[in-house]
């Protein structure tokens, strides 16, 4: 079995940038060296995680992240993988190690934010509004009432 396939149906409906970060994430996986007995792990944790995987960070970074995490959780995830709940209830029987995987970049993610080496530029969004009571009108306000 392609156990790739877990993430790429997980990729399905995201937003494309999204989906081509987090594909070039599992080709990094793919070539890493020495995961022959824990690469298809990796997947099922991946899968579970994408809606929350921010893609600040470079793509090999979160790979790495993503390796560490197998490489010490390794034996707890084939125990949910290999459990009754996961043919049950499929991902959502994941959602621990994809909420761990996920706090893990958002780790690193704040570290590098805090050392300056993260900006991340937010894109202002401006609302206005014509209702408010406790304020002038928008834009000017009617003082003669005509």
Do not use: C
């Not at 009571?133 to 928008?138: K, L, R, S, V, W």
Request: charged share 25%.
């Amino acid at each position: 079995m392609n156990h790739r396939q877990i993430l790429d149906r997980a990729l399905v409906g995201l937003p494309a940038a999204k989906a081509a970060y987090l594909l070039r994430v599992a080709d990094m996986v793919e070539q890493r060296e020495g995961l022959e007995d824990r690469r298809h792990l990796l997947y099922p944790v991946l899968a579970a995680a994408v809606s929350g995987i921010e893609t600040v960070l470079e793509p090999q970074e979160v790979a790495d992240t993503v390796v560490d995490l197998v490489m010490h959780h390794g034996e707890g995830i084939a125990a949910t993988l290999y459990a009754p709940a996961y043919l049950r209830q499929g991902l959502a029987a994941m959602a621990p190690w994809a909420e761990r995987l996920q706090a893990e970049l958002a780790v690193r993610i704040f570290d590098r934010m805090a050392s300056g080496q993260l900006r991340i530029d937010e894109p202002k969004v401006w609302r206005f509004r014509t209702d408010t009571q406790d304020g002038p009108a928008f834009p000017f306000a009617d003082e003669d009432g005509d």
